[in-house]
Structures are given as structure tokens and as C-alpha cells.
């Protein structure tokens, strides 16, 4: 069974950082782009990043690149989100997407919330 | 970037009847590659998103005979033939032909009339 397990999300203050992660299991890690996806309180769904296969490429989302960045350790079955210089509009669910022809599998979310 | 407009963004449905959504993209989603990748999305009520359709008429594993996609170019469907309750929720299409970055369409809300 495919499972992502998202965590490191939290209250942090405008201008914090934190890193999230996502823990894959029941595939063949290595093998799979991964990405970031978001949803605000309320939202619809929005990209935030993508990382290859083998970590050699990764692309970012206009709104989080220069504070944001996606990595990978496929010896730990997991990818990374460091999310630096936060913003109130950074506030929302942050999911672990799977891809495979389009987003195929999905954690269940962990939730960042930035203050003022 | 490639701009997916879904309509209606409200739909209630009646138990029972079917459903159709509409998904709209700025350009071509037809790849180099000559596939098609637009996807569809449901989101019930505090869960994850799960995917219910790739590359435009691809049901996933486990999806209901109920819901089938169709479409090309610019203009895609999603349609439900007889809705049932666990139906509920907020419906995504997206691309991934023109990335970065992926798009979403705003999303489609069922709702029971």
C-alpha cells in the first residue's frame, strides 16, 4: 500500500522558517518526481514544487521561489520541504503528492500556520 | 502559465441524477508526447484530495463506473452518471502538459439540492 506521511508543520511567526517532510512507503521511492502541493483554510489547490526522480532537478511555484526548497534522500524514502522568509500567505495545509501521469497518490496534510 | 477554468463552481445535484463538470484550459493540453495530461480530482469533506481520472478518460483503481472524463484540446468533462451521497465534495481538474507550473482549476463544489 502506497502511503506519504507529511509532518513538521506548526505555528511559526512571519519571517520563520520550518522544514516538513514526508515519509514514503509501498513504492519504489527512487523511481517517482515528488511534489509539494498547498491549500489555504477554505482554498482550492495550489503547486508549490516538484523534485525528480533522483534529485537532479527541481522547479518551485513563482510565489514560494528564493524562500523555498525541495529535496530529496532516497535512501530515507523522503522528501523535503525548507520553507524560509514565511509569510501569512504561506498559511495552509501542505500535502506530499506522489506523481505518476498527474498527482496519484496524496498524504493526508500537515498544516503550517504563520502569524503576524 | 496555463490557466484551468472549471464551471459551474456550485452544482447541486439531486440523488440519483447526473452531474457534469466542465474544465476549460487557456491552451492546447496535448503534449509533444501525444498524450493528453488533464486530470480530475475529488476532495470529499475533510479528507485528502484522490484522483479519479487520468489523462483525461483513465478511471484509477477503485474509482466507480459511475464517473468517466472526456474531452480534448482546450475542453474537458467530468461526468456522473447516477450521484450518490458519497459523491459529496469539491471536484479539481489539472494540468500537467505546460509545467512548471502544474495548474488547478478553481474546483466544483457538489453539493445535495
Known amino acids: 500500500e502506497v502511503l506519504l506521511v507529511e509532518s513538521g508543520g506548526g505555528l511559526v511567526q512571519s519571517g520563520g522558517s520550518l522544514r516538513l517532510s514526508c515519509a514514503a512507503s509501498?513504492?519504489?521511492?527512487?523511481?517517482?518526481?515528488m511534489h509539494w502541493v498547498r491549500q489555504a483554510p477554505g482554498k482550492g489547490l495550489v503547486w508549490v514544487s516538484h523534485?525528480?526522480?533522483?534529485?537532479?532537478?527541481?522547479t518551485y511555484a513563482d510565489s514560494v521561489k528564493g524562500r523555498f526548497t525541495i529535496s530529496r534522500d532516497n535512501a530515507k524514502n523522503t522528501v523535503y520541504l525548507q520553507m524560509n522568509s514565511l509569510r501569512v500567505e504561506d498559511t495552509a495545509v501542505y500535502y506530499c503528492?506522489?506523481?505518476?501521469?498527474?498527482?496519484?497518490?496524496w498524504g493526508q496534510g500537515t498544516l503550517v500556520t504563520v502569524s503576524s | 502559465d496555463v490557466v484551468m477554468t472549471q464551471s459551474p463552481l456550485s452544482l447541486p445535484v439531486t440523488l440519483g441524477q447526473p452531474a457534469s463538470i466542465s474544465c476549460k484550459s487557456s491552451?492546447?493540453?496535448?503534449?509533444?508526447?501525444?498524450?493528453?495530461?488533464l486530470h480530475w480530482f475529488q476532495q470529499r469533506p475533510g479528507q485528502s484530495p484522490r484522483r479519479l481520472i487520468y489523462k483525461v478518460s483513465n478511471r484509477d483503481s477503485g474509482v466507480p463506473d459511475r464517473f468517466s472524463g472526456s474531452g480534448s484540446g482546450t475542453d474537458f468533462t467530468l461526468k456522473i452518471s447516477r450521484v450518490e451521497a458519497e459523491d459529496i465534495g469539491v471536484y479539481y481538474c489539472t494540468q500537467g502538459t505546460h509545467w512548471p507550473p502544474w495548474t488547478f482549476g478553481q474546483g466544483t463544489k457538489v453539493e445535495i439540492k
Open positions: 509501498g513504492f519504489t521511492f527512487s523511481t517517482y518526481w
Open positions: 503528492v506522489r506523481d505518476n501521469w498527474g498527482f496519484d497518490y
Open positions: 491552451q492546447s493540453l496535448v503534449s509533444s508526447d501525444g498524450n493528453t495530461y
Open positions: 523534485i525528480k526522480s533522483d534529485g537532479s532537478s527541481s
